[in-house]
Protein backbone atom coordinates (compact mmCIF):
# COMPACT_ATOMS: atom_id res chain seq x y z
CA UNK A 1 0.00 0.00 0.00
CA UNK A 2 1.14 3.47 -1.21
CA UNK A 3 1.05 5.86 1.78
CA UNK A 4 1.52 9.56 1.84
CA UNK A 5 4.35 8.92 3.89
CA UNK A 6 6.28 7.16 1.49
CA UNK A 7 6.82 10.64 -0.53
CA UNK A 8 7.82 12.49 2.22
CA UNK A 9 11.60 14.07 2.27
CA UNK A 10 11.65 12.30 -1.41
CA UNK A 11 13.21 13.85 -4.85
CA UNK A 12 11.11 13.83 -7.94
CA UNK A 13 13.62 12.97 -10.86
CA UNK A 14 12.08 10.25 -13.35
CA UNK A 15 8.67 8.61 -13.93
CA UNK A 16 11.39 5.34 -13.99
CA UNK A 17 10.52 5.77 -10.22
CA UNK A 18 7.00 4.94 -10.21
CA UNK A 19 4.82 1.90 -10.39
CA UNK A 20 1.06 1.81 -11.03
CA UNK A 21 0.64 2.30 -7.39
CA UNK A 22 2.19 5.39 -6.94
CA UNK A 23 0.96 7.00 -10.10
CA UNK A 24 -2.43 6.16 -8.98
CA UNK A 25 -1.52 7.04 -5.18
CA UNK A 26 -0.45 10.95 -7.01
CA UNK A 27 -3.25 11.40 -9.39
CA UNK A 28 -6.02 10.97 -6.32
CA UNK A 29 -3.80 13.30 -4.59
CA UNK A 30 -3.97 15.61 -7.18
CA UNK A 31 -7.53 15.70 -7.74
CA UNK A 32 -7.98 16.41 -3.93
CA UNK A 33 -6.08 19.21 -4.70
CA UNK A 34 -8.92 20.76 -7.14
CA UNK A 35 -11.18 22.42 -4.45
CA UNK A 36 -8.22 23.39 -2.14
CA UNK A 37 -6.58 25.42 -5.29
CA UNK A 38 -10.00 27.36 -5.61
CA UNK A 39 -9.98 28.08 -1.76
CA UNK A 40 -6.38 29.01 -0.98
CA UNK A 41 -4.68 27.14 2.33
CA UNK A 42 -2.39 27.35 5.09
CA UNK A 43 -1.14 23.67 4.63
CA UNK A 44 2.49 24.71 3.71
CA UNK A 45 2.84 28.26 5.41
CA UNK A 46 6.15 28.60 6.79
CA UNK A 47 7.49 26.62 3.89
CA UNK A 48 9.65 28.13 0.76
CA UNK A 49 9.95 26.54 -2.66
CA UNK A 50 12.71 28.03 -4.82
CA UNK A 51 12.86 27.90 -8.33
CA UNK A 52 16.08 27.30 -10.08
CA UNK A 53 15.17 27.60 -13.80
CA UNK A 54 18.58 27.71 -16.19
CA UNK A 55 16.32 27.21 -19.22
CA UNK A 56 13.30 29.04 -20.36
CA UNK A 57 9.97 28.39 -19.11
CA UNK A 58 6.59 29.87 -18.58
CA UNK A 59 4.09 26.90 -17.43
CA UNK A 60 6.65 24.70 -15.55
CA UNK A 61 7.76 27.19 -13.21
CA UNK A 62 4.93 29.75 -12.82
CA UNK A 63 2.24 26.68 -11.62
CA UNK A 64 5.08 25.37 -9.34
CA UNK A 65 4.83 28.65 -7.81
CA UNK A 66 1.00 29.21 -8.14
CA UNK A 67 0.83 25.57 -6.54
CA UNK A 68 3.35 26.82 -3.22
CA UNK A 69 1.13 30.13 -3.22
CA UNK A 70 -2.38 28.26 -3.26
CA UNK A 71 -1.07 25.67 -0.46
CA UNK A 72 -0.10 29.33 1.84
CA UNK A 73 3.65 28.86 1.36
CA UNK A 74 6.64 31.09 -0.15
CA UNK A 75 8.55 31.23 -3.53
CA UNK A 76 12.19 32.36 -4.38
CA UNK A 77 14.69 31.88 -7.08
CA UNK A 78 15.64 32.70 -10.19
CA UNK A 79 14.53 32.36 -13.98
CA UNK A 80 17.80 34.37 -15.69
CA UNK A 81 20.43 32.05 -14.73
CA UNK A 82 22.69 34.71 -16.22
CA UNK A 83 21.48 36.95 -13.64
CA UNK A 84 23.22 34.84 -10.51
CA UNK A 85 26.46 33.64 -9.62
CA UNK A 86 26.34 30.67 -12.35
CA UNK A 87 27.45 33.38 -14.55
CA UNK A 88 30.23 33.53 -12.45
CA UNK A 89 31.67 29.88 -13.06
CA UNK A 90 29.41 28.39 -10.05
CA UNK A 91 28.81 24.88 -10.17
CA UNK A 92 25.62 23.47 -10.06
CA UNK A 93 26.28 21.47 -6.80
CA UNK A 94 27.44 24.71 -5.10
CA UNK A 95 24.41 26.89 -6.13
CA UNK A 96 22.26 23.92 -4.94
CA UNK A 97 24.39 23.72 -1.50
CA UNK A 98 23.77 27.38 -1.18
CA UNK A 99 19.99 27.74 -1.88
CA UNK A 100 18.92 25.09 0.24
CA UNK A 101 19.78 27.14 2.80
CA UNK A 102 17.25 29.62 1.82
CA UNK A 103 14.37 26.94 1.07
CA UNK A 104 12.90 23.42 1.47
CA UNK A 105 12.40 22.38 -1.17
CA UNK A 106 13.56 23.15 -4.74
CA UNK A 107 12.16 22.99 -8.13
CA UNK A 108 14.66 23.48 -11.11
CA UNK A 109 15.00 22.95 -14.79
CA UNK A 110 18.51 22.55 -16.63
CA UNK A 111 19.38 22.04 -20.10
CA UNK A 112 21.57 18.89 -19.07
CA UNK A 113 20.23 15.78 -18.42
CA UNK A 114 21.50 14.34 -15.64
CA UNK A 115 20.99 17.56 -13.84
CA UNK A 116 18.23 17.00 -11.43
CA UNK A 117 20.16 13.58 -10.23
CA UNK A 118 23.35 16.13 -9.77
CA UNK A 119 21.17 18.12 -7.89
CA UNK A 120 18.92 15.86 -5.96
CA UNK A 121 22.59 14.12 -4.81
CA UNK A 122 24.02 17.37 -3.76
CA UNK A 123 20.84 18.60 -1.54
CA UNK A 124 19.58 17.53 1.82
CA UNK A 125 16.09 18.56 0.85
CA UNK A 126 13.86 17.61 -2.14
CA UNK A 127 14.08 18.08 -5.60
CA UNK A 128 11.79 18.00 -8.24
CA UNK A 129 12.69 17.96 -11.41
CA UNK A 130 10.89 20.56 -14.03
CA UNK A 131 13.10 19.54 -16.98
CA UNK A 132 16.08 18.04 -17.16
CA UNK A 133 17.67 19.06 -21.21
CA UNK A 134 15.96 16.16 -23.35
CA UNK A 135 15.68 13.75 -20.79
CA UNK A 136 12.48 13.46 -18.60
CA UNK A 137 9.75 16.02 -17.35
CA UNK A 138 8.34 13.97 -14.30
CA UNK A 139 5.74 16.22 -13.39
CA UNK A 140 4.55 17.22 -16.65
CA UNK A 141 3.71 13.48 -17.22
CA UNK A 142 1.63 13.62 -14.14
CA UNK A 143 0.03 16.41 -15.26
CA UNK A 144 -0.83 15.10 -18.67
CA UNK A 145 -1.95 11.54 -17.35
CA UNK A 146 -4.49 13.92 -14.95
CA UNK A 147 -5.94 15.95 -17.83
CA UNK A 148 -6.63 12.53 -19.94
CA UNK A 149 -8.34 10.95 -16.90
CA UNK A 150 -10.48 13.94 -16.47
CA UNK A 151 -11.19 14.44 -20.21
CA UNK A 152 -11.63 10.61 -21.30
CA UNK A 153 -12.58 9.35 -17.56
CA UNK A 154 -9.80 6.49 -17.52
CA UNK A 155 -6.61 5.52 -19.19
CA UNK A 156 -6.86 2.35 -19.40
CA UNK A 157 -7.86 1.18 -22.68
CA UNK A 158 -7.06 4.51 -25.34
CA UNK A 159 -4.97 4.25 -27.88
CA UNK A 160 -2.84 7.04 -27.60
CA UNK A 161 -0.34 9.31 -30.51
CA UNK A 162 2.50 10.96 -29.33
CA UNK A 163 2.98 13.19 -32.25
CA UNK A 164 6.24 15.75 -32.97
CA UNK A 165 9.81 15.70 -31.67
CA UNK A 166 9.82 12.04 -30.49
CA UNK A 167 13.73 12.23 -29.46
CA UNK A 168 14.34 15.19 -28.01
CA UNK A 169 10.48 16.05 -26.32
CA UNK A 170 11.43 15.10 -22.52
CA UNK A 171 7.73 15.37 -22.01
CA UNK A 172 7.32 12.16 -24.30
CA UNK A 173 10.15 10.45 -22.55
CA UNK A 174 8.31 10.74 -19.21
CA UNK A 175 4.57 10.61 -20.11
CA UNK A 176 5.71 7.00 -22.38
CA UNK A 177 7.33 5.69 -19.34
CA UNK A 178 4.26 6.36 -17.21
CA UNK A 179 1.90 5.21 -19.63
CA UNK A 180 4.26 1.53 -19.40
CA UNK A 181 2.01 0.83 -16.40
CA UNK A 182 -1.46 1.08 -18.03
CA UNK A 183 -3.46 -1.05 -20.66
CA UNK A 184 -3.10 1.45 -22.85
CA UNK A 185 -2.00 1.25 -27.10
CA UNK A 186 0.76 3.80 -28.24
CA UNK A 187 1.47 5.55 -32.11
CA UNK A 188 5.08 7.11 -32.07
CA UNK A 189 4.03 9.22 -34.71
CA UNK A 190 7.55 11.39 -35.86
CA UNK A 191 9.79 11.98 -38.93
CA UNK A 192 12.23 9.44 -39.24
CA UNK A 193 14.86 11.71 -37.80
CA UNK A 194 13.25 12.03 -34.45
CA UNK A 195 12.26 8.78 -33.38
CA UNK A 196 11.84 7.66 -29.81
CA UNK A 197 15.01 8.11 -27.81
CA UNK A 198 16.43 4.40 -28.07
CA UNK A 199 17.04 4.40 -24.35
CA UNK A 200 13.19 5.29 -23.66
CA UNK A 201 11.94 3.06 -26.91
CA UNK A 202 13.80 -0.15 -25.25
CA UNK A 203 11.90 -0.21 -22.60
CA UNK A 204 8.46 0.63 -23.79
CA UNK A 205 6.18 -3.09 -22.39
CA UNK A 206 2.96 -2.03 -24.06
CA UNK A 207 1.45 -2.59 -27.62
CA UNK A 208 3.33 0.39 -29.62
CA UNK A 209 3.98 0.91 -33.15
CA UNK A 210 6.13 3.53 -34.78
CA UNK A 211 5.15 5.68 -38.15
CA UNK A 212 5.73 8.96 -39.86
CA UNK A 213 2.36 9.15 -40.92
CA UNK A 214 -0.45 11.12 -38.57
CA UNK A 215 -3.10 11.41 -41.36
CA UNK A 216 -3.53 7.37 -41.58
CA UNK A 217 -3.33 6.57 -37.65
CA UNK A 218 -5.42 9.47 -36.86
CA UNK A 219 -8.91 7.43 -37.08
CA UNK A 220 -7.72 5.18 -34.50
CA UNK A 221 -6.28 7.91 -31.83
CA UNK A 222 -8.36 8.36 -28.04
CA UNK A 223 -6.03 11.00 -27.74
CA UNK A 224 -3.29 12.90 -30.01
CA UNK A 225 -0.59 14.51 -27.74
CA UNK A 226 1.18 16.83 -29.77
CA UNK A 227 4.62 18.35 -29.57
CA UNK A 228 7.09 20.92 -30.33
CA UNK A 229 10.21 20.19 -32.68
CA UNK A 230 12.77 21.33 -30.57
CA UNK A 231 14.79 23.90 -32.03
CA UNK A 232 17.23 24.59 -29.42
CA UNK A 233 18.56 21.19 -29.34
CA UNK A 234 19.35 20.83 -33.02
CA UNK A 235 23.02 21.22 -33.75
CA UNK A 236 22.33 21.87 -37.53
CA UNK A 237 19.84 25.25 -37.67
CA UNK A 238 18.95 23.41 -41.63
CA UNK A 239 17.62 20.13 -39.93
CA UNK A 240 15.39 21.61 -37.63
CA UNK A 241 14.00 24.14 -41.00
CA UNK A 242 13.49 20.58 -42.39
CA UNK A 243 11.52 18.98 -40.02
CA UNK A 244 9.96 21.86 -38.12
CA UNK A 245 6.33 22.26 -40.10
CA UNK A 246 6.37 18.43 -40.24
CA UNK A 247 3.26 17.98 -38.86
CA UNK A 248 0.33 20.96 -38.71
CA UNK A 249 -2.77 19.82 -37.38
CA UNK A 250 -5.71 21.76 -38.21
CA UNK A 251 -9.71 21.29 -37.89
CA UNK A 252 -9.74 19.05 -41.08
CA UNK A 253 -7.46 16.57 -39.64
CA UNK A 254 -8.77 17.13 -36.18
CA UNK A 255 -12.72 16.48 -37.71
CA UNK A 256 -10.94 13.43 -39.56
CA UNK A 257 -10.60 11.72 -36.34
CA UNK A 258 -12.95 10.12 -33.62
CA UNK A 259 -15.48 12.79 -32.45
CA UNK A 260 -14.22 12.56 -29.00
CA UNK A 261 -10.70 12.86 -29.93
CA UNK A 262 -8.79 14.99 -27.65
CA UNK A 263 -5.85 17.09 -28.78
CA UNK A 264 -3.20 17.72 -25.54
CA UNK A 265 0.25 19.65 -26.42
CA UNK A 266 2.47 20.10 -23.44
CA UNK A 267 2.44 23.98 -25.16
CA UNK A 268 4.53 26.32 -26.01
CA UNK A 269 3.15 25.27 -29.50
CA UNK A 270 4.82 27.23 -32.32
CA UNK A 271 2.80 26.43 -35.21
CA UNK A 272 2.13 22.45 -35.15
CA UNK A 273 -1.40 23.58 -33.67
CA UNK A 274 -3.22 26.21 -35.69
CA UNK A 275 -5.22 28.52 -34.22
CA UNK A 276 -8.47 28.12 -35.06
CA UNK A 277 -8.42 24.21 -33.45
CA UNK A 278 -8.59 25.93 -30.22
CA UNK A 279 -12.28 26.79 -30.01
CA UNK A 280 -12.79 23.41 -30.83
CA UNK A 281 -14.06 20.91 -28.06
CA UNK A 282 -11.52 18.74 -28.84
CA UNK A 283 -9.05 20.80 -27.90
CA UNK A 284 -7.66 20.53 -24.28
CA UNK A 285 -4.38 21.92 -24.43
CA UNK A 286 -4.98 25.20 -22.28
CA UNK A 287 -7.24 23.10 -20.31
CA UNK A 288 -4.33 20.73 -19.39
CA UNK A 289 -2.39 23.79 -18.31
CA UNK A 290 -4.35 24.16 -15.16
CA UNK A 291 -3.82 20.38 -14.11
CA UNK A 292 -0.26 21.19 -13.46
CA UNK A 293 -1.14 23.39 -10.53
CA UNK A 294 -3.30 19.95 -8.85
CA UNK A 295 -0.51 17.87 -9.60
CA UNK A 296 2.39 20.28 -8.04
CA UNK A 297 0.29 20.85 -4.91
CA UNK A 298 0.32 17.41 -4.44
CA UNK A 299 3.84 16.95 -5.11
CA UNK A 300 5.02 19.83 -2.85
CA UNK A 301 2.78 18.89 -0.37
CA UNK A 302 3.98 15.62 -0.14
CA UNK A 303 7.20 16.05 -0.28
CA UNK A 304 7.68 18.01 2.04
CA UNK A 305 5.40 15.41 4.95
CA UNK A 306 2.23 17.71 4.88
CA UNK A 307 -0.47 15.45 4.15
C1 LIG B 1 7.80 21.49 -22.36
C2 LIG B 1 9.23 21.40 -21.88
O1 LIG B 1 9.78 22.36 -21.35
O2 LIG B 1 9.76 20.31 -22.01
N1 LIG B 1 7.12 22.57 -21.84
C3 LIG B 1 6.48 22.44 -20.62
O3 LIG B 1 7.09 22.24 -19.61
N2 LIG B 1 5.14 22.52 -20.61
C4 LIG B 1 7.64 21.33 -23.81
C5 LIG B 1 8.47 22.13 -24.77
O4 LIG B 1 9.25 22.98 -24.38
O5 LIG B 1 8.31 21.87 -25.96
Known amino acids: MVKASDFKGKDVLS ?11 LLDKATEMVPVAEKGSTLLRGKILATLFFEPSTRTR ?3 ESAML ?14 SSVKKGETLEDTIKTVE ?3 DVIAMRHPEEDAARRAAAAAKIPVLNGGSGSGEHPTQALLDLHTMKYAKGKIDGLTIGLCGDLLYGRTTHSLALALNHFDV ?15 I ?10 TTDLKKVLPKLDVL ?28 LVKSGKQDLVVMHPLPRVNEITTDVDAMPNAWYFRQVRHGVYVRMALLALVLGAL
Open 15 to 25: MRDYGREEIDF
Open 62 to 64: LSF
Open 70 to 83: RLGGSVTGFSDPSA
Open 101 to 103: NYC
Open 185 to 199: ELYLISPKELTMKPD
Open 201 to 210: LKDLKMKHTA
Open 225 to 252: YDTRIQKERFADPVQYEKLKDAYIIDPK
